[in-house]
């Protein structure tokens, strides 16, 4: 099993609807991360946790929101879906609080927004 | 500001060697990671260097110069599965050192 899954793995939607992107662990890590890929730019973060009651905004967190269920749970909501939020979604985790942690990823969320 | 450059494609031969390039601009440093993403896959960890100086793992390599604010990647024994992109990244001084990512290199790789 993958020890970081999100879900779903693809997700076509139209303008103006809410989604959920969801991403759970067992990696057994403080640290989650949300970030988007759009082709040609490098993975951009929205958000990122450090533990449960931690949440900060990351570069590009306008139109997007973030609730830390618990240590293993880290969802990403878009409340109201625009195109330009069309893009490739990864959850990711990290071990430690040190600048060489290494993050550890899902396999991705491919988000179509029509 | 904070920048990081690396070529958009290259290609190479099966059984070849490639050198990829990294260059970066931040404010202070704490490290360069290497990633490799397959096509519609996740990035997985490739190294992680602080020290100038060139570190082998296998056919992969990497070397860094904190002088002159660059790396490089290097693949040795080029194999068809090499194919992907390879992402350089910097912890970022300002903020609670989260990565600063390139836009990737896609290497191809052809017979």
């Known amino acids: 099993d993958a020890d970081v899954t999100q879900t779903p793995r693809n997700r076509i939607t139209k303008t103006g609807k809410r989604i959920m992107l969801e991403c759970s662990q067992t990696k057994g890590h403080d640290r989650m991360y949300w970030y988007r890929q759009d082709p040609g730019l490098g993975l951009r973060l929205i958000y990122y946790s450090f533990d449960v009651k931690d949440i900060n905004k990351g570069e590009i967190s306008d139109g997007y929101s973030v609730s830390r269920q618990a240590q293993a749970k880290f969802s990403l909501s878009l409340e109201s879906a625009i195109p330009n939020q069309t893009a490739l979604y990864f959850c990711?985790?990290?071990?430690?609080?040190?600048?060489?942690?290494?993050?550890?990823f899902g396999s991705g969320t491919q988000l179509s927004v029509l | 500001g904070q920048n990081i450059d690396q070529p958009t494609e290259m290609t190479a031969t099966e059984g070849a060697i490639v050198q990829i390039n990294c260059t970066y601009q931040?404010?202070?440093?704490?490290?360069l990671f290497w990633y490799q993403q397959h096509a519609g896959e996740a990035p997985t960890f490739l190294s992680y260097n602080v020290l100038d100086g060139l570190e082998e793992k296998g056919r992969f390599s990497s070397f860094l110069s904190r002088s002159k604010g660059y790396s490089y990647l290097l693949l040795k024994e080029l194999q068809m599965k090499d194919s992907a992109s390879y992402l350089c990244a910097v912890p970022s001084m300002d903020s609670n050192y989260q990565l600063i990512w390139g836009a990737g290199t896609k290497l191809i790789i052809k017979p």
């Open positions: 990711a985790t990290s071990g430690g609080t040190g600048a060489n942690e290494k993050l550890f």
């Open positions: 931040t404010s202070g440093f704490n490290g």
